[in-house]
């Protein structure tokens, strides 16, 4: 018999309490509401000297590590059935390794999540050349995105909620981008270990936006293996099919009959070797679902993930019109993990939140164009279970 959230939590704040009793880690005290002030500890500091720190945030049976270099999620603690508590992000224990890294793992992504063509767009009769990092393709903000930069994190409490702040500043033409873009990334834990972000930015000038989180998930624990038996669910009938660059095409192909097709539970697993012309080049999933809601004016659920061996379950909601599924094709055995093991193809995944890849060069897209005067807003919202 499975463990009801509710009962999972007491558990872990029992074990909590014994533990530090016996002289375990120390956190910060809990507040009447059960939540913790985030704590913060140095991470390192990067060869220009740049201090790096990591904030610890615990509430609701949630835990998370957060560093002010990329706003990168290092580590995400959650239970299994029987209360047992493992990292279920991919990342790195060192800032030199995440300065090296070509993986995104835990990163906030922008200016731009995805892929632009050929680096390049046009915007009021302008065309502007961005950083190409991908090929002939801009990725994700470009060789040094916000991944790479150094973000301003406040820490707060509210009510029974638990958070951070980060603010950073993209000067005007910054990996060619037009306008300086004012951007704040809200991590937020609730009382019911729900972890929401929220995005808020704005421009001097016209330009384009498309932030996301760039988090490896495996939900049987960081390092343990592969996330082919994950089930996973997409409330999307269509997905956008891409070129040998990874581009889409413009097409908005339904899933029905396809590999691509998870509106109902399916291990990823089971046709991510098909010789689907889609899957061949992509070397499996790494293609941006339609999302059937659309774009809402609040989160709304649209995907279930489901570790059978632990429990553990995320359920994720957004307002954004899609989400990138990537199966993490290129994980090559190279890397090392804070476990101690490598990383190999498909030891984990990423759902990210987002506006279409390549809008700014198909009107047919929703438009990911922000001018001043405007304010860009979104939110999605992670939500765990057992």
């Not at 992504?109 to 632009?116: C, H, K, Q, S, V």
Request: a neutral charge; hydrophobic letters at 30%; glycine letters at 12%.
């Amino acid at each position: 018999m499975e463990l009801s959230r509710r009962t999972l939590l007491a558990s872990a704040a029992a074990a909590g309490a014994a533990a530090t009793a016996l002289g375990g880690t120390a956190h910060a005290s809990a507040s009447a509401s059960g939540s913790r002030r985030p704590v913060k500890e140095p991470f390192g500091k990067l060869a220009d000297g740049t201090r790096i720190y990591r904030w610890s945030l615990e509430n609701g049976g949630t835990r998370l590590k957060v560093l002010s270099y990329g706003g990168i999620i290092q580590s995400l603690e959650i239970p299994d059935r029987h209360g047992r508590y493992v990292n279920v992000s991919l990342g790195y224990d060192t800032i030199e390794d995440y300065v090296a890294g070509t993986t995104f793992f835990g990163a906030t992504i922008g200016r731009y999540g995805n892929r632009i063509a050929n680096g390049r767009f046009t915007l009021d009769g302008t065309t502007y050349q961005l950083s190409v990092n991908d090929g002939a393709n801009s990725l994700h903000g470009g060789a040094k995105g916000f991944n790479t930069r150094v973000w301003d994190v406040e820490d707060f409490t509210s009510g029974s909620d638990v958070g951070l702040k980060l603010h950073y500043t993209s000067v005007d033409g910054e990996m060619g981008y037009p306008g300086t873009l004012k951007v704040t990334v809200t991590y937020t834990l609730g009382a019911n270990g729900d972890w929401r972000i929220d995005y808020e930015a704005t421009t001097n000038k016209a330009t384009v936006v498309n932030l996301t989180n760039h988090t490896y998930y495996n939900l049987a624990g960081e390092g343990s293996g592969g996330i082919y038996d994950h089930e996973l669910t997409l409330a999307a009938s269509r997905y956008t099919p891409t070129d040998a660059g990874l581009i889409p095409t413009g097409e908005r192909a339904k899933v029905a009959g396809t590999p691509f097709d998870f509106r109902s539970a399916k291990p990823i697993g089971r046709d991510i070797r098909t010789a689907h012309p889609q899957l061949v080049t992509a070397k499996g999933f790494d293609h941006n679902w339609v999302l059937d809601k659309g774009i809402t004016a609040r989160p709304v659920h649209f995907a279930t993930l489901r570790d059978p061996s632990s429990g553990r379950t995320l359920e994720i909601a957004t307002d954004q019109p899609g989400v990138q599924f990537y199966s993490g094709n290129f994980l090559d055995g190279t890397l090392t993990g804070p476990s101690g093991r490598t990383y190999r193809q498909g030891d984990g995944l990423c759902l990210e939140t987002q506006h279409f890849p390549d809008s700014p060069n198909r009107p047919a897209f929703p438009s990911t164009v922000l001018r001043p005067g405007e304010t860009y807003r979104t939110t999605t919202v992670h939500s765990f279970g057992a």
